[in-house]
């Protein structure tokens, strides 16, 4: 009885790991995905851009840092792209993110 508990605990802790793995590629995706997309609207380098967006995730937890980061380029660059825009962005990519992870 003790070896099954102990399996399925192992068992519980491996998808733990896996679905936190999953996550976060896809997040990175997600960066990337949204990187690209905002260099075409500010006329910069795709590739290089979107390592500045992802490398922009790891200040703080959570998606506001790399919203405000695609917003002040934005700002700065004077491109008209509303907050809501940007979030939808945001939204979409991250679908095709989890979706390219999974697959």
Do not use: C, H, P
């Not at 491996?14 to 006329?43: S, Y």
């Not at 979107?50 to 919203?67: C, N, R, T």
């Amino acid at each position: 009885m003790m070896t099954d508990m102990k399996d399925r605990e192992r068992a519980f802790e491996t998808q733990f790991a896996l679905d936190e793995e999953q996550k976060f590629r896809a997040i990175v995706r997600r960066n990337k995905l949204l990187g690209q997309w905002a260099a075409g609207l500010l006329g910069r380098d795709a590739d290089a851009y979107a390592k500045e967006v992802i490398d922009a995730d790891f200040v703080e937890a959570g998606d506001e840092d790399v919203f405000r980061k695609i917003r002040a380029d934005f700002d700065a660059a004077g491109v008209s792209v509303s907050d809501e825009d940007i979030r939808q962005k945001m939204f979409s990519s991250l679908q095709d993110a989890i979706t390219a992870v999974k697959s």
